[in-house]
């Protein structure tokens, strides 16, 4: 039904998400492989898919970040 072709590569990377309402969140977001999280934010999408550390996935709107910054671990030290 669907070819492995059709899928878009991208990484993962750890973020730190201030929203508008006072909560922080910590967890990943997945920007294309030579993509930057600035272009990410930056981009025509409204909402942007996110993972919390325990592995739940839900999209995040836009306009509710506060800020958004990325965390270096340990596989992002080289």
């Not at 309402?21 to 272009?39: A, E």
């Not at 550390?53 to 080289?78: P, W």
């Amino acid at each position: 039904m669907f070819d492995s072709s059709d899928k878009i590569t991208k990484h993962k990377i750890t973020v730190e998400i201030e929203l508008d309402d006072g909560r922080h969140l910590v967890g990943y977001m997945f920007p294309k492989p030579q993509g930057r999280l600035t272009n990410m934010m930056n981009d025509q999408r409204i909402f942007l898919p996110f993972e919390t550390m325990e592995g739940k996935n839900f999209v995040v709107g836009i306009t509710s970040c506060l800020s958004v910054g990325s965390i270096a671990d340990e596989a992002d030290v080289y």
